[in-house]
């Protein structure tokens, strides 16, 4: 009887090793099917960024602006200090990405003003973050973007937000349409208007087109200098809607 368990034991064993190295060596060639497959779909689902991402700012040399503007942003930057500021013009003309450059130097707090439509819960954000300063020893940065989207009732407040942590936090807000921010507030904002002035047209348009063509170059995206400038001219100073339809025209073709 013992002999009989000890065979029919080993039979066993024997059994489970060879369905076990079948299943292995069966299962390794569907695994690297499975690894192929899995590729495939990472590739697919990888979709390279819109050129209105990769054409962004990243520094100030990078905004279209008059030398003046961006020598006075650079000399801000330099010495760690920005006043309270409002930045101004119609869309598409790179008021938020000048913003977010200058954000990147400081403790900052981001509010939409579209989006922050309950006073209390908005403006409890702000006065908690602006009471204190900063662990860089310099003020914070509270950026209103869109803030002429911003309900009346927390208007009247930020205006006494603003001077009562005049020394813990700088204010800067971005509008595209200025006049409907409260002249209280707006009085107390050092403005800078984006959009481009007819006197500056050619020089900006040119400085501009340069820049684009070399960022294309980067992405090694080459088209021709009249092509391009013949698309830039269409749309500018609008240079969201610019990299839209540079988008759709390489695309297309």
Not at 37 to 65: G, V
Request: hydrophobic fraction near 40%; charge should be positive; glycine fraction near 2%.
């Amino acid at each position: 009887m013992l002999r009989f368990l000890t065979q029919f034991g080993q039979r066993l064993n024997v059994s489970a090793q060879s369905t076990m190295f079948t299943s292995i060596s069966l299962s390794e060639p569907r695994m690297r099917t499975a690894i192929k497959c899995r590729s495939k779909m990472t590739d697919t689902m990888t979709h390279k960024p819109l050129l209105s991402e990769l054409l962004r700012p990243k520094s100030i040399d990078d905004l279209i602006l008059p030398d003046s503007t961006i020598k006075a942003l650079k000399a801000m930057l330099a010495i760690d200090r920005l006043p309270n500021m409002l930045f101004s013009g119609m869309p598409g003309l790179g008021k938020t990405s000048a913003a977010l450059i200058l954000a990147e130097n400081f403790d900052t707090l981001f509010l939409n003003g579209s989006d922050q439509r309950q006073e209390k819960t908005t403006l409890s954000r702000i006065t908690t973050f602006a009471s204190t300063m900063s662990i860089f020893c310099r003020p914070k940065l509270c950026l209103l973007d869109e803030g002429d989207y911003m309900p009346t009732e927390n208007q009247a407040a930020i205006r006494g937000i603003i001077e009562r942590f005049s020394d813990t936090c700088r204010f800067l807000v971005t509008a595209n349409d200025p006049s409907r921010l409260m002249r209280a507030v707006r009085s107390r904002l050092y403005e800078i208007n984006f959009d481009v002035k007819a006197i500056d047209q050619d020089k900006l348009l040119a400085s501009y087109t340069q820049k684009l063509s070399a960022k294309l170059k980067q992405h090694e995206i080459i088209v021709s200098d009249d092509w391009l400038m013949e698309r830039v001219s269409l749309r500018f100073p609008d240079f969201r809607a610019i990299a839209s339809d540079l988008d759709f025209e390489l695309l297309k073709n």
